[in-house]
């Protein structure tokens, strides 16, 4: 895959504060598995945007669940692909993606960034600019 420079210099990123939506906005939030919404952008997915206590994964009112506390990276990627189809398949949703797994979970940047590496070339998908600095400076693949 090239990545298309032009398409990176007129990429949005997730604002570091979210507290409104529009009508076809999610918000994409670190949780886990359990569905426990008590902290950081879990608490405010529950607060303010329709998150499910007792459901960890997936879409839920205005938020998604990626779930992050259940063990290592590898453990995240299945469910950061997911997402990513889930996307595909809703175009009409932009995703708002924070930076999951950052915070009470423990990870970097760099562990988590390179999962979303697919979806910078989604139009309906925002990033926190950390990760497509991440991303960006990882090297480039060719089909």
Known sequence: MIYNERKYSEMKYTPDNIDHLEQDDIFV???????????????????????????????????????????????IKPY???FIEVAR?????TFYVTRIGCGIAGFKDEEIAPLFAEALNLYNVRLPES?????????????
């Open 29 to 75: 939030f670190g949780s886990n598995l359990a569905g426990h919404h008590v902290g950081g952008a879990a608490l405010t997915a529950y607060r303010k945007f329709g998150a499910v206590m007792g459901q960890g994964v997936g879409l839920q009112g205005q938020s998604y669940a990626i779930p992050t506390m259940q063990g290592g990276i590898e453990t």
């Open 80 to 82: 950061v692909d997911e």
């Open 89 to 93: 398949e809703c175009d009409q949703n």
């Open 131 to 143: 990760f497509v600095k991440i991303i960006r400076s990882l090297p480039r693949k060719e089909c």
